[in-house]
């Protein structure tokens, strides 16, 4: 099977500095696809490169097995969704969902017709008459995925899609998103800096850190099997232990995460280890204890009801062995 | 007596006054400047319309305060409609060619132009509006004459037969550039284009670069673009600009007196009449014409959607 998106050694650089350094990708036709990482990881640029707003230094792109070194952005079929939305601010909602059509030359009907299902399909029947101003930011965001989909695009991009919304209406399009890709069955690729939002909507996630991609994988992989120290920091932020911390905790002597979810306090007389509780952080759904052990602050995550330590209290902790994962020295 | 809040003083009082009646300041603030367009520039408009009705005693030549339309009756006659027919039709002109020289600088400016080039753009565009506008306008006479540079120029690359052919038109053509229309059609778009130029690139600048990438993003190639996001987005600096020089080309009176064919345009026939010929009910008929042709131009605009984007 042929790759939706393939980057072979893909680079760009904007002077000296290195956007995209190097990066190889292949994500698979029909799923929901993931970049995560901080700002300035390269994320955005790796979508602006499959668009065709960037073009790479070196190294090549496919879409579906065409090379796009000579395509521009108008000739490929993808489609963005931007992360301001981009709504045309002189056009109605109608006329905004319907100029992809309207660029190919589909009479008006026809793509008013066309427009009115996708407005009904993002949940927006009878808003074709508003200007973009007159919505909510919810409802234009909609607005730019039906916009995006009147092509009938084979890949869609989403560029930080649900970064501008309060978190009630994230977790509600999160959900609408995963549910509108299963639908329609096209590839879905996303950049996000938000891991929860990541883990939680793709099958695939790649996890970028300057310019290159630390970890690629399902969420699982990536959250419970992280690669590096960049990837098991920055997904759920876990403890990640020096080798001669991991040594004392009864590992190896190597790099290794340990998630502060699988951490317990325990009574026992000879726990794994032994920590002075130094903050609490009160979470709502748990409270996050910081603990100093061996010169190295870690944290646990106590679910709510449980008893949680009070500051200055010495206590054990133990976890179960598969829950020490080592890392490569990287 | 003591309290939390110290005495008083006048000023502090008055800041009391003001904070307790915030439409009291407004109307404070606002009076001044309403006082002096209302009375200085609303009134003298008015008393300008006023004199348009009133008409000349043709043998003693003093003015009649009786209300007539005879004044304008008077504009329709040939040699005088000649006159608002050139300007409007020079006006007309120099807008349009501000309008296709402005928009390639002022999309440079609002789209790529940053840091240093973008100084040097508002400083290329402005250092022509800080020098006294009659020697600008005296330089160009010299530019255009016939012993010029333009001429020499144009000979200097063979292209002499070019300048005499362009030369020859009727009408427009003449003796050298500097007496032809469209010498001073060229002053004109040179004098005026910062007016255009600076509207056009803010209605630009406003204009975020994700809409451009969204419209090629749907397929669109950059005429498409141009045509269905650029322009309409434009569209209101592109007519505040165009207020600028089409009413400045109909008003002025100093461009056609020094560069051009001897015939008259609004602006002059004003000045002249006022003047020397004392017909100020014709004059002042004349000045009301632009004051018009703008009301008209404006309700199109209007009409067309031009403010829609404000």
């Given at each position: 099977?042929?790759?939706?998106?393939?980057f072979?050694?893909?680079?760009?650089h904007?002077?000296t500095?290195?956007?995209?350094d190097r990066?190889?990708?292949?994500?698979d036709?029909?799923s929901?696809?993931?970049?995560l990482g901080?700002s300035?990881?390269g994320?955005t640029?790796c979508?602006?490169?499959?668009?065709?707003?960037?073009?790479?230094?070196?190294?090549?792109?496919r879409?579906?097995?065409?090379?796009?070194?000579?395509?521009p952005?108008n000739?490929?079929?993808?489609?963005?969704?931007?992360?301001d939305?981009a709504?045309?601010?002189?056009?109605n909602?109608?006329?905004n969902?319907?100029?992809g059509?309207?660029?190919?030359?589909?009479?008006?009907?026809?793509?008013?017709?066309?427009?009115?299902?996708?407005?009904?399909l993002?949940?927006?029947?009878?808003?074709?008459?508003?200007?973009?101003?007159?919505l909510?930011?919810?409802q234009?965001?909609?607005?730019?995925?039906?916009?995006a989909?009147?092509?009938?695009?084979?890949v869609?991009?989403?560029?930080?899609?649900?970064?501008?919304?309060?978190?009630?209406?994230?977790?509600?399009?999160?959900?609408e998103l995963k549910a509108l890709?299963?639908?329609?069955?096209?590839?879905f690729?996303?950049?996000?800096?938000?891991?929860?939002?990541?883990?939680?909507?793709?099958?695939?996630v790649?996890?970028?850190n300057?310019?290159?991609i630390?970890?690629v994988?399902?969420?699982?992989?990536?959250?419970?099997?992280?690669?590096t120290r960049?990837?098991?920091?920055?997904?759920?932020?876990?403890?990640?232990?020096?080798?001669?911390?991991?040594?004392?905790?009864?590992?190896p002597r190597?790099?290794?995460?340990?998630?502060?979810?699988?951490?317990?306090?325990t009574?026992?007389?000879?726990?794994?280890?032994?920590?002075?509780?130094?903050?609490?952080?009160?979470?709502?759904?748990?409270?996050?204890?910081?603990?100093?052990?061996g010169?190295?602050e870690i944290?646990?995550?106590?679910?709510?009801?449980?008893?949680?330590p009070?500051?200055?209290?010495?206590?054990?902790?133990?976890?179960?062995?598969a829950?020490?994962h080592?890392?490569?020295?990287? | 007596m003591?309290s939390?809040?110290?005495?008083?003083g006048?000023?502090?009082?008055?800041?009391?006054v003001?904070?307790?009646r915030?439409k009291?300041l407004?109307?404070?603030?606002?009076?001044?400047?309403?006082?002096?367009?209302?009375?200085?520039?609303?009134?003298?408009?008015?008393?300008?319309?006023l004199?348009?009705?009133?008409?000349?005693?043709?043998?003693?030549?003093?003015?009649?305060?009786?209300?007539?339309?005879k004044?304008?009756?008077?504009l329709?006659?040939?040699?005088?409609?000649?006159?608002?027919?050139?300007?409007v039709?020079?006006?007309?002109?120099?807008?349009?060619?501000?309008?296709?020289?402005?928009?390639?600088?002022?999309?440079?400016?609002?789209?790529?132009?940053?840091?240093?080039?973008?100084?040097?753009?508002?400083?290329?565009v402005m250092?022509?509006?800080?020098?006294?506008y009659?020697?600008?306008?005296?330089?160009?006479?010299?530019?255009l004459?016939?012993?010029?540079?333009?001429?020499?120029?144009a000979?200097?690359?063979?292209?002499g037969?070019?300048?005499?052919?362009?030369?020859?038109i009727?009408?427009?053509?003449?003796?050298?550039?500097?007496?032809?229309?469209?010498?001073?059609?060229?002053?004109?778009?040179?004098?005026w284009?910062?007016?255009?130029?600076l509207?056009?690139?803010?209605?630009?600048?406003?204009?975020?670069?994700?809409?451009?990438?969204?419209?090629?993003?749907?397929?669109?190639?950059?005429?498409?673009?141009?045509?269905?996001?650029i322009?309409?987005l434009?569209?209101?600096?592109?007519?505040?600009g165009?207020?600028?020089?089409?009413?400045?080309?109909?008003g002025?009176y100093?461009?056609?007196?020094i560069?051009?064919?001897?015939?008259?345009?609004?602006?002059?026939?004003?000045?002249s009449?006022q003047?020397?010929?004392?017909?100020?009910?014709?004059?002042?008929?004349f000045?009301?014409?632009?004051?018009v042709?703008?009301?008209?131009?404006?309700a199109?605009?209007?009409?067309?959607?031009?403010f829609?984007a404000?």
């Amino acid at each position: 099977m042929t790759a939706a998106v393939e980057f072979h050694n893909v680079s760009r650089h904007f002077g000296t500095v290195r956007a995209v350094d190097r990066v190889d990708l292949a994500i698979d036709e029909g799923s929901f696809f993931a970049m995560l990482g901080p700002s300035g990881s390269g994320k955005t640029t790796c979508l602006r490169l499959i668009s065709g707003f960037e073009k790479p230094t070196t190294g090549s792109i496919r879409i579906f097995g065409e090379d796009m070194g000579d395509v521009p952005p108008n000739r490929r079929h993808v489609n963005t969704v931007f992360q301001d939305y981009a709504l045309f601010p002189h056009m109605n909602v109608r006329d905004n969902v319907a100029y992809g059509l309207m660029v190919k030359g589909v009479e008006r009907r026809t793509r008013h017709e066309r427009a009115e299902e996708l407005l009904s399909l993002v949940k927006l029947d009878g808003f074709g008459e508003r200007k973009p101003a007159q919505l909510s930011g919810g409802q234009r965001q909609r607005v730019a995925l039906a916009r995006a989909l009147v092509n009938e695009p084979r890949v869609l991009l989403l560029d930080e899609p649900l970064g501008a919304l309060d978190l009630k209406l994230r977790e509600a399009m999160q959900d609408e998103l995963k549910a509108l890709q299963r639908r329609l069955g096209i590839t879905f690729v996303f950049v996000t800096h938000d891991q929860g939002e990541a883990l939680s909507m793709a099958d695939r996630v790649a996890v970028f850190n300057d310019g290159r991609i630390a970890q690629v994988g399902t969420p699982s992989d990536v959250y419970d099997r992280p690669a590096t120290r960049f990837v098991a920091d920055f997904v759920g932020s876990s403890n990640v232990l020096p080798p001669d911390l991991t040594r004392s905790f009864g590992g190896p002597r190597l790099w290794a995460s340990l998630r502060p979810e699988s951490i317990r306090f325990t009574g026992a007389s000879d726990p794994k280890a032994k920590g002075r509780v130094t903050a609490l952080r009160y979470l709502g759904s748990g409270t996050r204890v910081a603990l100093e052990t061996g010169g190295q602050e870690i944290a646990v995550l106590v679910p709510a009801g449980a008893p949680v330590p009070d500051i200055g209290e010495v206590s054990g902790l133990t976890w179960d062995p598969a829950a020490l994962h080592l890392m490569e020295d990287a | 007596m003591d309290s939390a809040h110290p005495s008083r003083g006048v000023a502090d009082r008055l800041t009391g006054v003001f904070w307790s009646r915030p439409k009291l300041l407004t109307a404070l603030l606002i009076a001044p400047p309403l006082l002096w367009l209302g009375v200085v520039y609303v009134g003298s408009l008015a008393a300008l319309l006023l004199q348009s009705f009133y008409s000349i005693d043709e043998f003693s030549g003093v003015v009649v305060p009786e209300f007539t339309l005879k004044t304008y009756a008077e504009l329709l006659r040939p040699s005088n409609f000649d006159v608002i027919v050139r300007t409007v039709t020079m006006a007309a002109a120099v807008t349009l060619a501000s309008v296709a020289v402005a928009f390639p600088i002022a999309f440079f400016a609002a789209r790529y132009a940053r840091g240093r080039w973008k100084a040097l753009f508002y400083l290329g565009v402005m250092l022509p509006l800080w020098s006294s506008y009659l020697v600008k306008v005296y330089a160009w006479k010299l530019i255009l004459a016939k012993e010029g540079i333009v001429t020499w120029a144009a000979e200097g690359i063979g292209a002499g037969n070019v300048l005499g052919a362009v030369l020859a038109i009727p009408v427009i053509g003449g003796n050298s550039l500097s007496t032809s229309y469209i010498g001073t059609f060229l002053v004109f778009v040179y004098v005026w284009l910062p007016y255009m130029i600076l509207p056009m690139q803010a209605a630009l600048e406003r204009v975020p670069g994700s809409l451009l990438e969204a419209s090629a993003d749907l397929g669109a190639g950059g005429w498409r673009t141009f045509r269905s996001v650029i322009l309409p987005l434009a569209l209101p600096g592109i007519i505040a600009g165009s207020i600028f020089t089409f009413s400045l080309t109909l008003g002025d009176y100093i461009i056609p007196q020094i560069i051009g064919s001897s015939r008259f345009f609004i602006g002059q026939a004003v000045y002249s009449l006022q003047g020397t010929a004392g017909n100020i009910p014709l004059a002042a008929a004349f000045a009301v014409v632009p004051i018009v042709i703008m009301l008209i131009y404006l309700a199109v605009a209007r009409k067309m959607g031009a403010f829609d984007a404000l």
